[in-house]
């Protein structure tokens, strides 16, 4: 059974850092993208990185390119998310999620239950 | 960016009628080499983790029950639930995967009427 577990999620201030962790099991981690969004409670879903299985491919949007790093460690079946320069529009429940295919562009057919980031003073 | 619009943004449908949600995306999200259209439907209950219903914009995901189907291509696509069932309550999102930024629809709320 697959399984994606988030944590790190915090009250920071802004300009502060926070890093992410989502453990996955119950699949090949290696050989699948996965991916973050988030969603603002109540309200839509934004697509914030994904990441190719190796780790050799990574894309953002503009919203947060250059603030947040995706990585994972296939080792560990773990991937992460480092936060940095939050801002108070950043505040959000975040999701990992798995991709279905082994490359970045494909549907995410598993979702964790997500953390919640909240940037304020 | 691809922007995707839902309409209409919620709908109540009786139990047991058929129950229709519109996606349309800002740019074509069908890959000519291999004829796929790039777009997902996921649903999203309270408490639970989202889940994907229509990948390819019209192959159902594994589990699904064949109520949930999906059609269109190019830049026009809809979700049909055949037949609405209690447990179909929840808000609907489609969501693009051919174009960098990736993107998401605002969702469409789906109730009991």
């Known amino acids: 059974e697959v399984q994606l577990l988030e944590s790190g999620g915090a009250l920071v201030q802004p300009g502060g850092s926070l890093r992410l962790s989502c453990a996955a099991s119950g699949f090949t981690f290696s050989s699948y993208a996965m991916s973050w969004v988030r969603q603002v409670p109540g309200r839509g879903l934004e697509w914030v990185s994904v990441?190719?299985?190796?780790?050799?491919?990574?894309h953002y949007p503009e919203s947060v390119k250059g603030r947040f790093t995706i990585s994972r460690d296939n080792s560990k079946n773990t991937l992460y998310l480092q936060m940095n320069s939050l801002r108070a529009e950043d505040t959000a429940i975040y999701y990992c999620a798995k991709v279905k295919h082994d490359h970045i562009w494909g549907s995410l057919d598993y979702w964790g239950q997500g953390t919640l980031v909240s940037v304020s003073s | 960016d691809v922007v995707m619009t839902q309409s209409p943004d919620s709908l109540a449908v009786s139990l047991g009628e058929r129950a229709t949600i519109n996606c349309k995306s800002s740019q074509s999200v069908l890959y000519s080499s291999n004829n796929k259209n790039y777009l997902a439907w996921y649903q999203q209950k309270p408490g639970q983790p989202l889940k994907l219903l229509i990948y390819?914009?019209?192959t159902r995901e594994s589990g699904v029950p064949d109520r949930f189907s999906g059609s269109g291509s190019g830049t026009d696509f809809t979700l049909t639930i055949s037949s609405l069932q209690a447990e179909d309550v929840a808000v609907y999102y489609c969501?693009?995967?051919?174009?960098?930024?990736?993107?998401f629809g605002p969702g469409t709320k789906v109730d009991i009427k």
């Open positions: 990441m190719s299985g190796s780790g050799d491919t990574s």
């Open positions: 969501h693009q995967y051919y174009t960098l930024p990736f993107t």
């Open positions: 390819w914009a019209s």
